[in-house]
């Protein structure tokens, strides 16, 4: 990515196919980027990231089978090269921390201005993390928090923050130890889905099996819920 006459070559993650073809059409109307696929989903970005070997992902951080997490993990062990900057509402210093922690080269929030996105992308030429000034802000208050009052992020905390929404609702369950069948039938899922959900989540939460994830569940999700 440093020779600026040619273009970067980008592939957009995310699962609102409005949102990918505004990106798309915003990058191609100028010659610094050229979008050679969209992806809706961690198992689609992962294989197209793949085949096309970009220089930049735009990875939006909550998607239908996973995070942005996953296929940054996935992709970057392929392809260290690749720059992934995240395009996500989520403005929790945690999933920033843990985006830059996994190698990401960014993240900025889905409200930014076109032009405020460009700037940033082409700042990542220059050695630059993309870091929108929102984030920065969220970023400075913060250590704010954490050196005048002494907090930080529990384990926990940090765990569920790399459970996606949908993984988070079938942990809500569990916590209940509610079997797979009443779990797909209250979530409106497929049990195979919900399957899928738990397997992702005990290797996100680093458990070794379904007891140790209800136990985990019942600690800190009721726990959540009530004093919310």
Do not use: W
Not at 182 to 206: G, P
Request: with cysteine.
């Amino acid at each position: 990515m440093t020779d600026t006459n040619i273009p970067l070559k980008v592939l957009i993650i995310d699962d609102q196919i409005l949102f990918r073809d505004g990106l798309k059409s915003l990058l191609s109307s100028t010659p610094d980027f050229e979008v050679v696929g969209g992806a809706g989903s961690v198992h689609e970005g992962i294989k197209l990231a793949l085949q096309t070997s970009p220089d930049l992902i735009l990875m939006d951080f909550s998607l239908p089978d996973g995070t942005g997490l996953d296929a940054t993990s996935a992709i970057l062990r392929v392809l260290p090269a690749c720059k992934i900057v995240f395009l996500t509402v989520y403005e929790t210093p945690e999933n920033l921390f843990t985006a830059l922690r996994m190698g990401a080269a960014g993240y900025m929030l889905k409200d930014i201005t076109s032009s405020d996105l460009l700037s940033s992308l082409r700042a990542l030429n220059r050695g630059e993390k993309a870091v929108s000034r929102k984030m920065m802000s969220v970023v400075m208050d913060e250590f704010s928090r954490i050196y005048t009052n002494g907090e930080t992020s529990t384990d926990a905390e940090k765990l569920l923050t790399r459970l996606s929404k949908r993984e988070l609702d079938v942990l809500r369950e569990l916590a209940n130890d509610t079997s797979n069948l009443e779990i797909a039938q209250n979530l409106y899922l497929s049990e195979n889905t919900v399957k899928h959900h738990i397997r992702n989540i005990l290797d996100k939460l680093e458990a070794k099996n379904r007891r140790e994830v209800i136990a985990f569940a019942r600690q800190n999700i009721i726990k959540t819920n009530q004093t919310a």
